[in-house]
């Protein structure tokens, strides 16, 4: 029997999965634990195929075994987030995949199924365009633009201001219909030249989505707060970080949220 490398499975798996073969999957995964019957890894990929096939009590055997081999595996944890969230086990699902994410700090997968496992509704691009819709605000501004995909969707507003340090990711399309400013938003907030639209005219709709840091964050909202009338909104992202390590002020993790969380409690409190 020819043995396998690692990197060899799981691209195997990867295609099989994104393929919906489970069958195959199920049978990669045994012949490897054939060469290697103690392979956490193995089993969890095992009972994850044989949990799409609809053999759940195989399923929950294999699952179990894998987490006895290596419970701190974060690609079992991984599999075991998915299996528990698949059959409503939502608590479950969230431990495992949260505990996944703190081994594994640059799993992607982990974070996709921990956000949808949280929020299985729209995505937030899908909702903000869903707010332009609705609001059509006539001066929408935004605070971190990247590459423009959520300042790509104020198609019904006149002034279209966008703000961030480096626009070189942003289409080039963007410029045409809207006003970027390649600066920092202390640098914005602080020349009345740059910020003399929102001078001349409050603005409708503000989104800040720039430095993940709280303390900028919160400068960011009280600048705009100076600029804004009383039927201004402003929206934040990043307020709900799904681990710990993803909250941390100083990046470590694929998805970081960074410690913008703090802007929640810190808005509720009365201000005289």
Same mark, same amino acid.
């Given at each position: *029997?020819?043995? *396998?490398?690692?990197?060899?499975?799981?691209?195997?798996?990867?295609?099989?999965? *994104?393929?919906?073969?489970?069958?195959? +999957?199920? !049978?990669?995964?045994?012949?490897?634990?054939?060469?290697? &019957? /103690?392979d956490?890894?193995?089993?969890?990929?095992?009972?994850?195929? /044989?949990?799409?096939?609809?053999r759940?009590?195989? #399923?929950?055997?294999?699952?179990?075994?894998?987490? #006895?081999?290596?419970?701190?595996?974060?690609?079992?944890?991984?599999?075991?987030?998915?299996?528990?969230?698949?059959?409503?086990?939502?608590?479950?699902?969230?431990?495992?995949?949260? !505990?996944?994410?703190?081994?594994?700090?640059?799993?992607?997968?982990?974070?996709?199924?921990?956000?949808?496992?949280?929020?299985p509704?729209?995505?937030?691009l899908? +909702?903000l365009?869903?707010?332009?819709?609705?609001?059509?605000?006539?001066?929408?501004?935004? @605070?971190? +633009?990247?590459?423009?995909?959520?300042?790509?969707?104020?198609?019904?507003?006149e002034?279209?201001?966008?703000?961030d $340090?480096?626009l070189?990711?942003?289409?080039?399309?963007? =410029?045409? !219909?809207?006003?970027?400013?390649?600066?920092?938003?202390?640098?914005?907030?602080?020349?009345?030249?740059?910020h =003399?639209?929102?001078?001349?005219r409050?603005?409708?709709?503000?989104? @800040?989505?720039?430095?993940? =840091?709280?303390?900028?964050?919160?400068?960011?909202?009280?600048?705009?707060?100076?600029?804004?009338? &009383?039927?201004? *909104?402003?929206?934040?992202h990043?307020?709900? $970080?799904?681990?710990?390590?993803?909250? !941390?002020?100083?990046?470590?993790?694929?998805?970081?949220?960074?410690?913008?969380?703090? @802007?929640?409690?810190?808005?509720?409190?009365?201000?005289?």
């Amino acid at each position: *029997m020819t043995t *396998m490398t690692d990197f060899g499975l799981g691209m195997l798996v990867q295609h099989s999965l *994104m393929a919906q073969d489970f069958a195959g +999957v199920a !049978r990669m995964a045994g012949d490897l634990l054939l060469q290697r &019957p /103690h392979d956490a890894t193995a089993h969890a990929v095992r009972a994850y195929a /044989h949990d799409r096939l609809g053999r759940h009590e195989q #399923a929950s055997a294999q699952m179990n075994s894998a987490v #006895a081999i290596d419970g701190g595996n974060p690609i079992v944890l991984y599999y075991a987030g998915k299996l528990a969230g698949d059959h409503g086990r939502q608590d479950d699902a969230l431990s495992y995949l949260a !505990r996944s994410i703190d081994a594994l700090p640059w799993f992607g997968p982990a974070y996709q199924q921990i956000w949808s496992t949280l929020f299985p509704g729209e995505d937030y691009l899908n +909702v903000l365009g869903l707010i332009h819709d609705r609001l059509r605000p006539r001066t929408y501004v935004e @605070i971190g +633009v990247d590459r423009g995909r959520s300042l790509s969707l104020a198609v019904h507003s006149e002034t279209v201001i966008g703000i961030d $340090p480096t626009l070189v990711r942003c289409p080039p399309e963007l =410029r045409h !219909r809207a006003n970027l400013i390649e600066a920092t938003s202390e640098a914005f907030f602080a020349d009345p030249r740059l910020h =003399r639209p929102l001078l001349d005219r409050a603005f409708d709709f503000g989104f @800040i989505d720039g430095l993940h =840091r709280f303390d900028q964050t919160l400068r960011d909202f009280v600048n705009l707060e100076r600029l804004s009338g &009383p039927d201004s *909104m402003v929206l934040i992202h990043d307020v709900i $970080p799904v681990s710990s390590v993803v909250a !941390r002020p100083v990046r470590s993790s694929a998805f970081w949220a960074g410690d913008v969380w703090k @802007i929640v409690p810190c808005l509720a409190q009365p201000r005289s």
